[in-house]
């Protein structure tokens, strides 16, 4: 079976400081992935999403950027945070497009 | 964007009764799906209709999609207090999922 891990679970990160999120997909391969951000409160704001290694698109123009070097790996990073990058950060997997995402259990993001 | 819109926001009934959740949306959807997330946890999928179907059920789930009004609804039967959980339903359109703002369901035992 198909499993998802997203680290770490909480981070606390000053302004200006760089981030590195890692997310990490086994039992499949060639898997769509995803970035999410979720506000307190609100539904998901897809960030990110790959169909392939070194294939990136950006949904929303931002100070984060994604890289997938490997098959089954999702990196989120920033080279400065900025306040506003605060939220709970969510990635997830599907075999396809129009196909159910399964989540990992996200990171949330605290800026000081 | 947002493209789905849930109602109510929020919703408490007592254990044993039906909860139904509503999704309305704006364009042409290739399907929809809807997932459930418990506090401070990822996103579960529950069950997905395409848009030439018109109702599906899985367990104590069902799910309706109106495509001539855009909207769509989740039944749960018999809510038990381990169904409290937010609620979302997401379009899928061009193959990418834009959710909705979700509906925070309590089930008081």
């Known amino acids: 079976s198909q499993t998802i891990h997203q680290w770490p679970a909480t981070l606390v990160q000053p302004v200006g400081s760089p981030l590195s999120l890692e997310c990490t997909v086994e039992?499949?391969?060639?898997?769509?992935l995803y970035w999410y951000r979720q506000a307190a409160g609100r539904g998901l704001q897809l960030l990110f999403y790959?169909?392939?290694?070194?294939?990136i698109s950006s949904e929303v123009p931002q100070n984060l950027s994604a890289s997938r070097p490997q098959d089954r790996q999702f990196i989120l990073s920033s080279k400065k945070l900025l306040l506003s990058d605060s939220g709970f950060y969510l990635c997830?997997?599907?075999?396809?497009?129009?196909?159910?995402?399964?989540f990992g259990d996200g990171t949330r993001l605290s800026i000081l | 964007s947002q493209q789905g819109e849930e109602d109510p926001q929020a919703l408490s009934i007592q254990e044993g009764e039906n909860a139904t959740m509503n999704c309305s949306y704006k364009?042409?959807?290739?399907?929809l799906q809807w997932y459930r997330q418990n506090s401070g946890r990822g996103l579960v999928h529950l069950i997905l209709i395409r848009s030439n179907e018109r109702e599906k059920h899985s367990g104590r789930l069902r799910v309706t999609l109106d495509t001539s009004k855009k909207s769509s609804s989740l039944l749960i039967t018999a809510s038990r207090a381990a169904d409290t959980a937010s609620y979302f339903c997401?379009?899928?359109?061009?193959?990418?999922?834009?959710f909705g703002q979700g509906t925070t369901l309590q089930v008081k035992p």
């Open positions: 039992g499949t391969s060639n898997p769509n």
């Open positions: 790959s169909v392939g290694i070194g294939q």
């Open positions: 997401a379009t899928d359109t061009a193959g990418k999922l834009i």
């Open positions: 364009t042409s959807i290739n399907n």
């Open positions: 997830a997997w599907s075999f396809t497009s129009n196909q159910p995402q399964h």
